[in-house]
């Protein structure tokens, strides 16, 4: 956020406008931020620039061709030119976001991208503050670029999230474990997430949990535990749910399995 020399509250809201110099790749026209006020709604509107939003804290919606997206602190949304958007604060938990606008032949690429993706935190705060200094065009779309490598450096690396879950999974399983909290960890949107690790893998993140489960319940009743030990080793509170799901998953009981192939 933008601060006042003498240490008073900023403003509500703050948007410089920029020398336009007309850059052939990224050409950056304006940065701003602003504190939304609860349910504070914009548009829909159409713009002839590509316009994005990092959310600092809380959070909003996004709603543009027939869709709502969900955007959180660590999130950004982006908005393509020509494209009819409305965007609207949380009524509990309203959004504060910053925000950069540009032009220019790359801004094509971010077409390729989500509507809300993780983003580096900290550099639209870079931005702002460049407002302040000399050349500040050129100090902005040298982020900007910055900003490309990143956003399009995960974009190569989408299957390194799905490594990140199954490795999660695979450490954590005996715990309670929540699509919502690992997303949030990796600064991801869950629908986004669970998108992706269906793409890649073929199951859902909790259908891949079962089956680590699973997995590591047959070697704890062949270890000689017994269900119930088995159950609590392998994330399940309640016995009689493990054995159910275990009898899904094999077609036998647990107890069962233990007397029969276990030994």
């Given at each position: 956020?933008?601060r006042?020399?003498?240490?008073?509250e900023?403003?509500?809201a703050y948007?410089?406008?920029?020398?336009?110099?007309?850059?052939?790749?990224l050409n950056?026209?304006?940065?701003?931020?602003?504190?939304c006020?609860?349910g504070?709604?914009?548009?829909?509107?159409?713009?002839s620039?590509?316009?994005?939003?990092?959310?600092?804290?809380?959070?909003g919606?996004?709603?543009?061709?027939?869709?709502?997206y969900?955007?959180?602190?660590?999130?950004?949304?982006?908005?393509?030119?020509?494209e009819l958007?409305?965007y609207?604060?949380d009524?509990?938990?309203?959004?504060?976001?910053?925000?950069?606008?540009?032009?220019?032949?790359l801004?094509?690429r971010?077409?390729?991208l989500?509507?809300?993706?993780g983003?580096?935190?900290?550099?639209l705060?870079?931005?702002?503050?460049?407002t302040e200094?000399?050349?500040?065009e050129?100090?902005?779309t040298a982020?900007?670029?910055?900003?490309?490598?990143d956003l399009?450096?995960?974009?190569?690396?989408?299957?390194h999230?799905?490594?990140?879950?199954?490795?999660?999974?695979?450490?954590l399983?005996?715990?309670?474990?929540?699509?919502?909290?690992?997303?949030?960890?990796?600064?991801?949107?869950?629908?986004?997430?669970s998108?992706?690790?269906?793409?890649?893998?073929g199951?859902?993140?909790?259908?891949?949990?079962?089956?680590?489960?699973m997995?590591?319940?047959?070697?704890?009743?062949?270890?000689?535990?017994?269900?119930?030990e088995?159950?609590q080793?392998?994330?399940?509170?309640?016995?009689s749910?493990?054995s159910?799901?275990?009898?899904?998953?094999?077609?036998?009981?647990?107890?069962?399995?233990?007397?029969?192939k276990?030994?």
């Amino acid at each position: 956020m933008k601060r006042t020399k003498n240490g008073q509250e900023p403003k509500r809201a703050y948007n410089a406008v920029l020398i336009n110099r007309n850059f052939s790749d990224l050409n950056p026209l304006f940065v701003g931020y602003e504190i939304c006020r609860a349910g504070k709604s914009f548009g829909p509107f159409v713009r002839s620039y590509t316009l994005i939003h990092y959310v600092v804290q809380g959070e909003g919606y996004i709603y543009k061709n027939g869709n709502r997206y969900h955007a959180r602190a660590g999130e950004a949304f982006l908005i393509h030119p020509d494209e009819l958007v409305t965007y609207q604060a949380d009524m509990e938990n309203p959004w504060h976001y910053q925000w950069v606008s540009f032009t220019g032949r790359l801004a094509e690429r971010l077409r390729e991208l989500p509507t809300v993706v993780g983003f580096p935190h900290g550099l639209l705060q870079e931005m702002l503050d460049a407002t302040e200094k000399d050349m500040a065009e050129y100090r902005i779309t040298a982020l900007l670029f910055e900003m490309f490598a990143d956003l399009f450096e995960g974009k190569k690396a989408r299957h390194h999230y799905v490594r990140q879950v199954q490795d999660h999974i695979r450490a954590l399983y005996m715990q309670p474990v929540r699509v919502e909290a690992i997303a949030e960890q990796m600064n991801l949107d869950r629908r986004y997430l669970s998108r992706l690790f269906k793409e890649k893998t073929g199951k859902t993140v909790q259908e891949y949990l079962i089956s680590v489960r699973m997995e590591a319940a047959q070697k704890r009743l062949a270890e000689g535990f017994s269900v119930e030990e088995t159950a609590q080793l392998c994330g399940y509170e309640d016995s009689s749910n493990f054995s159910k799901m275990f009898k899904k998953q094999f077609g036998i009981s647990p107890l069962y399995w233990k007397q029969t192939k276990g030994e």
